[in-house]
């Protein structure tokens, strides 16, 4: 069972004299919830993955199928496709 270090409220100060409060119990480790940024991943036609200069790598959700294309053709795809970044 998961127990948090601290407690909302819990003032903490530092040697400085600096004080904290918590206002906010962190996730349990290893819990992941989705996002709706992980949502909108799965709704495009198409991530960008991977850039470098004016080469991109991107992956088609319907089929996972990747490229390696140039910027030219990013532009053409935006154009016709939906698209996020996933980086």
Not at 26 to 49: C, H, M, N, Q
Not at 50 to 61: D, H, Q, V
Request: hydrophobic letters at 30%; one cysteine or more.
């Amino acid at each position: 069972m998961y127990q948090p270090k601290f407690k909302v409220g819990q003032v903490l100060s530092n040697s400085n004299g600096v004080k904290v409060t918590c206002t906010k119990v962190a996730e349990e480790p290893g819990v992941y919830k989705p996002t709706s940024l992980d949502e909108l991943k799965k709704t495009v036609d198409f991530r960008i993955t991977y850039c470098y200069g004016s080469k991109f790598n991107i992956e088609w959700n319907a089929t996972g199928k990747t490229e390696f294309i140039n910027t030219r053709r990013l532009n053409q795809l935006k154009k016709l496709h939906t698209w996020t970044t996933d980086f």
